[in-house]
């Protein structure tokens, strides 16, 4: 047996992994056989020399005492069961079994011998099929055994002048249909054989048969886009407004296909723009929905709702918005389409423009859309240009003037876990900073939201967030009024980012509340860690404490340097036990307990002193050296001795 490649093997077992051991040495021997043969044909002398020089393969040895046999077993006594499947190169294989399993052969599907009529019909022997008539045992009402009469065949084969023959032999034929409700009449036109569609309707056929999905002759025309046949069988009177098993009507279909020669044919022979399929949808807002301008511009010469609904009460124009079919919109807004009229999620059509992320259809749609509408739907389009990070579009409805502290509705707001409401904690979210700078340009409220802009960007490291928020006056200290602290909030946040938890601190963020405890030296009651003990920590009057936060598993690692970073920021504090026993679990922390027991230098109670009287913020503004205000602000650790400051240059320092 030869051998294949790996990559052959691969193809192989996800061709063949549901056959048998039997059936896959069986596959695996015609392969050899055929590798063989191909090779020994294409292969040159030295390869033929070679081969012969080869050792004899060795012959296939089967396991089963009954190994497949090489010719098919007579159906007619064969008593097992059959089963078919496809090879990789699309060969029809069938296998034949015993009720045991066993496998009494494997091969090549056997081909059905096509019936001599229906080959001469095929052939277009037009003599033979006249000679095949005269037999008497040639019976014309008599399908073949796929269902199809003799006239079918000549209809897919293009065959007119067979197809003539045999309705003339046999004028039962024009509207049988086969096994599966089509006509030949339908089979003509689905193959677009008009000379055959021709010879069927001079014969009396009936246009307006359908098929088993109820679509009549002309709305196959219409959906093979051929105006040929759609006005042979409009001449001969057809029912135009026929439905498919859809409701669509063969209007719909040619607008579908936007063919304007088709639509015309159809409106003047009676075509009703304004019937809708069972989905509620008429041909003109099919036409918008597919983006086909021809068909749109003919429907609405011919007088077609612009503002046709959808049965979920979308317009055209709101699901061409949609779809990004910028042509549509101009040419529906042109009509004077409905821009205020929202789908069934209450969403205008600049809604859904934005989210799409189309700047030229958001632009049309601006100047045509009521603000008052807007507000009513509960959603700016700004929140969703911020949620989908469309700023070219935020920019724009910002120079515009919509809102940008509008909020999300209650609905919409509890739409999401976070109760997220500005179009600023959109943008936070999604670390964009972009779009958080242009509305804070713009004069977005960094306060609004129950969950704190600044406390997300904290959760997410994002250093560059936090300093926008807080430069355009995010309260640092903000509570969260579902989650109760008797610290700031945002630390639960900031932790385990050092960096901008000093940020916050040097900008104002409260210190001394995360040393104040009610248990004080006593011993501290077991931290609940799970979420039905409540959500973590202890609850009391004052909310969460810091040292219980901070005794969390996830943080308790960071403990020793969280503290040490407070401690730069108050005055004589004094550690609670759960504090003193964090500091006293890891040995390098020693000395930050010592900072804390210690008497605080001076120069530090002094640098809180003047904090506490000018503010944070003045602090650049006092007429002292920079290093000196460096101190203030926590810039550097501790002032030289006052004999060196007299040498320093000031300057250089402050740089």
Known sequence: MSTVSSEQSMEDYSLYRNLSDDELLQVAIERSLSHTHNDTLSSGPESRLSSQNAPPAPSAQYSSPNPPSERPPDLKTFDGTISRFVTGSGKSMVAYRRHDGSLVHIGPEPKEEEEPLFKAIRDGDLMKVQDLLKLPETNLTIPNKQGWFSTHQAAFYGQSDCLQLLLSAQPRLTNQRTSHGESSLIVSVSREQLRCVQVLLENGADPDIPNSDNETPLYKACEKNNPAIVAALLHRGVAVNARCIQSCTALQEAATQNNVEICELLLKNGAKHALKNRFGLSPLFSAAQSGQTH?????????????????????????????????????????????????????????????????????????????????????????????????????????????????????????????????????????????TRLLLAAGADPNRDLLRPLMVAARTGCFQSVRLLVEHGAHINAPIPTHPTSFPAVYMFSMKNLYIFKYLLDHGGHAHSCFTCVYGSRPHPPIRTSRSEGAGSQIHNSGVQFCEMISVPSISRWAGPIIDVLLDYVGHVTLCSKLMEHLESFPDWSHIKDKAVGPRPLLHLCRLQIISLVGQRQLETLPIPGALIGYLNHKVGELLPLEAEDELDWEDFNE
């Open 295 to 435: 068909a749109l511009r003919c429907l609405l010469s011919h007088g077609a709702d612009v503002n046709s609904e959808a049965a979920d009460g979308a317009t055209a124009l709101y699901e061409a918005c949609k779809n990004g079919h910028k042509a549509v919109v101009e040419m529906l807004l042109s009509h004077n389409a409905d821009a205020n009229k929202p789908g069934k999620r209450g969403l205008l059509p600049l809604h859904i423009a934005t989210q799409q992320g189309s700047d030229a259809i958001v632009s049309m749609l601006v100047p045509v859309t009521s603000k008052t509408r807007v507000k009513r739907s509960g959603i700016s389009p700004l929140h969703l240009a911020a949620e989908r990070n469309r700023d070219n579009i935020l920019e724009s409805l910002i120079e515009d003037g919509f809102d940008v502290n509008a909020e999300l509705s209650d609905e919409r707001c509890s739409l999401y876990e976070d109760r997220r409401r500005t179009v600023l904690f959109f943008s936070v979210v999604n670390n964009n900073l972009h779009a």
